[in-house]
């Protein structure tokens, strides 16, 4: 176990999912040291109810994006579902292509103890790997919707053997999602690898929040996310004013336009004069 010193010395991790361009030069000058292209984006992005639906090729196509955005931070990228899960082989091909095309410099990948000789594989090829536990939104239907994980103490223990097994394997962090705080502190303690929470406490050694949750642009405010701005309710009102704008002809004015020579509109058929 680490000794609460050393851990309490060292800075938090935070860390946040951009899934463009745009937003990932943002969250990279803000100066978040970890940037995860989650398959989240399927559902604040692509609008589906799930993470299930998301492709590799997705997720191929806003890891680019989120790597033209982000020169400072470590980029890390969702493995979606069942890229990894049919044979190692598979993973190791779909993993290099994340980094190989994608240009992420790790990747990420759900489950324990079953996913451990993929994770050793993975790392074994120079490919760094981030784990996830706890809530795994993949397996969402398997454990009956998203809710709190491992409230039991069997559930708990069996939350501590899944992280040792994934540091053994190699992972070099472990993404802990809808864990009672206090079981996150104890597994955390109990590791050599830094934990990221997302609604497990104050415990782990960093936190990863949806970034739609934390300005405010998500349609449903979840209880572990703190919304930051209310950027929802801006985007609207300078949408509405716009359309406003538009109907009245007050837009664009005079400073929104450039106007050519009179007698270069003169020459044009049918002018008058």
Do not use: W
Request: overall charge negative.
């Amino acid at each position: 176990m680490r000794a609460s010193t050393a851990r309490q010395a060292a800075d938090p991790i935070s860390s946040a999912p951009p899934y463009d361009y745009s937003m990932a030069r943002l969250v990279d000058e803000a100066g978040i040291p970890v940037v995860l292209v989650g398959d989240s984006l399927g559902n604040v992005v692509l609008g589906y109810d799930s993470t299930l639906p998301v492709t590799l090729d997705d997720m191929l196509h806003h890891t680019r994006a989120v790597v033209r955005g982000a020169k400072d931070a470590l980029i890390v990228t969702d493995m979606p579902f069942m890229t990894y899960n049919t044979s190692v082989e598979d993973a190791l091909r779909n993993a290099g292509r994340l980094l190989q095309e994608g240009g992420a410099q790790a990747v990420k990948l759900e489950g324990g103890a079953f996913v451990a000789d993929t994770v050793r594989c993975l790392t074994g090829n120079g490919i760094p790997v981030m784990g996830h536990l706890g809530l795994t939104p993949q397996s969402v239907h398997q454990l009956g919707g998203y809710r709190v994980q491992a409230r039991t103490a069997g559930q708990a223990r069996r939350l501590l053997d899944d992280a040792l097994a994934l540091e053994d394997a190699g992972a070099f962090s472990i993404v802990l999602e809808m864990v009672p705080g206090n079981v996150a502190q104890a597994v955390t303690e109990r590791l050599t690898v830094p934990t990221i929470g997302i609604g497990a406490g104050p415990g782990c050694d960093g936190q990863i929040q949806v970034l739609h949750d934390i300005l405010g642009l998500g349609a449903r405010q979840p209880r572990h996310a703190k919304r930051y701005a209310d950027l929802n309710a801006i985007t609207l009102d300078a949408l509405r004013a716009y359309r406003d704008e538009v109907s009245a002809r007050s837009f664009p004015t005079a400073d929104h336009t450039t106007e050519s020579d009179a007698a270069v509109v003169a020459e044009l058929p049918g002018a008058d004069g």
